[in-house]
């Protein structure tokens, strides 16, 4: 059977999911694509439909499947939209753009009773990740006491405000971080560099690990995101992000990626790849909305750790049985 999906936002994520899907995953066909700005639609939609209303895309008899990738503030209202209509959805992160939206989806499925909604925190699908989670659940290292992430930007996007160094960025170090050590964060602490950018962000979970991230949303020199797992018998880190190295102007090295498209390349196909089938085998994979909304829960009591400059107790609620 041939999933037929619908991609709503084709800017630079959305494209590159319509690219994926096109090129590089079994077993689906775009077959509508929505974007706000017409001509950019257009552009993309292939033989697909192109629409300017979401909801339309959403309700389209033809769409089976649909994939958000629009700006944050419209996520919340569009799974929304996708719960009500029975459609499987692959949510761009985050999930919404507070937690209050955000558990307003997890509520919204949990009275549907069934798994509809995966959140794009694509990372749980990149190999460096998946082979650093495989070390810590084989003992090699011993049990994991630390977590040092790293996670630059060249430069940050264009539409950044606000907080989003944390609502935006930082949620998919606290979505990797639950993920990778099995744990989860009850203590935040957060100090800003002189004009606010880097952020470091110390996190204590309740097994007692610390996971330690600095997001630096201008770095300048490329985008680099690294993390390291330190066991009481050993560690596990991220080599360098390419498979070839350079020599050139008396230097030997590895190019930093402009941003995480070429980045996290692998992990976007492998997770849309892992969507389709999930859809297939009607049994869900990946971040669920309850992931979405801790994220989002958590980031947003760290932006107000920000202001305050206090340490924070996290604070969540408990995880609902379609979650377990
Ligand atoms: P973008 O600005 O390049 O694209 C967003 C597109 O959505 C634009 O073409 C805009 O015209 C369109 N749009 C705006 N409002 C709309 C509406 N109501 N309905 C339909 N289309 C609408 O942004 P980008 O970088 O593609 O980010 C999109 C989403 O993907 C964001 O939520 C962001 O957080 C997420 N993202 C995820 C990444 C990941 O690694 N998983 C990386 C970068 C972004």
Redesign the pocket.
């Known amino acids: 059977m041939t999933l037929s999906v619908g991609v709503?936002?084709?800017?630079?994520?959305?494209?590159?999911h319509v690219r994926i899907l096109r090129e590089e995953t079994a077993g689906a066909r775009v077959v509508a694509v929505?974007?706000?700005?017409a001509g950019?639609?257009r552009a993309v939609a292939g033989d697909g439909e192109a629409f300017?209303?979401?909801l339309a895309l959403i309700h389209d008899h033809k769409v089976q499947a649909v994939v958000?990738?629009?700006?944050?503030a419209?996520?919340a209202d569009?799974a929304l939209a996708c719960l009500a209509a029975g459609k499987p959805v692959l949510c761009?992160?985050?999930l919404a753009a507070t937690a209050d939206q955000a558990l307003r989806v997890v509520q919204a499925e949990v009275q549907l009773g069934k798994r509809l909604v995966q959140v794009?925190?694509?990372?749980r699908f990149d190999p460096a990740y998946v082979e650093m989670l495989h070390v810590r659940q084989s003992g090699a290292i011993g049990e994991a006491v630390l977590l040092h992430n790293t996670h630059r930007n060249a430069a940050a996007?264009?539409?950044f405000t606000g907080a989003m160094a944390v609502t935006?960025s930082f949620v998919?170090e606290i979505d990797i971080s639950r993920w990778l050590l099995d744990a989860e964060p009850v203590l935040a602490r957060i100090s800003a560099a002189p004009g606010g950018d880097p952020l470091m962000i110390t996190l204590e979970t309740d097994r007692g690990a610390v996971v330690s991230t600095e997001v630096y949303m201008n770095a300048r020199y490329g985008y680099h995101v690294h993390a390291q797992l330190v066991g009481r018998d050993g560690t596990v880190e991220m080599a360098a992000p390419t498979v070839t190295l350079t020599n050139h102007a008396s230097q030997h090295g590895h190019a930093w990626p402009e941003?995480?498209?070429p980045r996290?390349r692998d992990a976007?196909r492998i997770q849309m790849n892992a969507w389709v089938r999930s859809i297939a085998e009607e049994r869900p994979v990946g971040a669920s909305a309850w992931d979405g909304y801790v994220a989002t829960a958590i980031a947003e009591q760290v932006a107000t750790a920000l202001q305050t400059g206090n340490p924070v107790r996290l604070d969540f609620g408990q995880r609902p049985d379609l979650y377990l």
């Open positions: 709503i936002g084709t800017g630079v994520m959305g494209a590159e929505c974007d706000a700005d950019r639609a300017t209303d979401p958000i990738a629009s700006p944050d419209t996520h569009l761009e992160k985050p794009g925190y694509m990372r996007p264009d539409w935006n998919h941003n995480w498209v996290f976007y």
